[in-house]
């Protein structure tokens, strides 16, 4: 399709302005090929995400994507304030991914899904909600049976499970992700996801579109 086409030719247009040398750590070239990747996996929904905001959960695949491309690039070695530091992990706080770990106790429903119930109680005044960004762990309770191969997949409010009994009792562990995402890395992705948003639509109709 011409959306399809358009997108894909922004998309390399921004890859082929970028010039990296290990002088910073590289969020705009892994913001534009998760966003590359998801476009090759589903252009359909990828594309009506991008020029409509139909959500379809892709919000959440983005920046799962997004996660897997930093860790498949790691270790990587950079150059901050004028000193080379190496980084190991998804977890690290120089690259601004995750707000810690977090735990919640959920319940399976007649569908197999656990709605997300993180609350933080400690650095608040008052308990906040915080998205699911990357599970760590998951156990039956009260067995306390390890139960990630019943995973099929999980959004930021949703994780999607089989063969778990309903109203089966869950102890949730995961990487924790502010729900605003605009601070930190994610604040990286949806700048350069706006940028092609616009280009996109400047060159189909010849206006920008407020996006959020």
């Not at 920046?63 to 930093?70: G, Q, R």
């Not at 499970?161 to 502010?178: A, E, G, R, Y």
């Amino acid at each position: 399709m011409e959306e399809i086409k358009i997108i894909n030719k922004i998309i390399d247009k921004y890859k082929n302005k970028l010039v990296w040398q290990n002088k910073s750590i590289p969020y705009q070239l892994w913001s534009l090929q998760s966003i590359d990747n998801l476009l090759k996996k589903h252009p359909d929904e990828m594309k009506n995400y991008l020029l409509n905001y139909h959500r379809y959960g892709f919000q959440s695949k983005l920046f799962k994507e997004y996660v897997s491309i930093i860790e498949n690039n790691l270790p990587l070695s950079v150059k901050l304030k004028n000193k080379y530091i190496t980084i190991n992990s998804i977890t690290d706080n120089k690259i601004h991914l995750f707000n810690g770990i977090s735990e919640f106790i959920g319940i399976v429903d007649e569908k197999g899904i656990i709605k997300n119930n993180t609350l933080d109680y400690k650095m608040y005044n008052n308990p906040k909600k915080f998205y699911i960004g990357k599970i760590v762990n998951m156990m039956t309770l009260p067995e306390k049976n390890i139960s990630m191969d019943k995973i099929i997949d999980y959004s930021f409010t949703k994780i999607y499970t089989k063969n778990i009994l309903p109203f089966t009792k869950v102890l949730v562990s995961h990487l924790k992700v502010d729900p605003h995402l605009q601070s930190g890395a994610m604040a990286h992705l949806n700048r350069t996801r706006k940028k092609i948003v616009n280009d996109a639509l400047m060159e189909l109709y010849g206006e920008e579109k407020n996006k959020k």
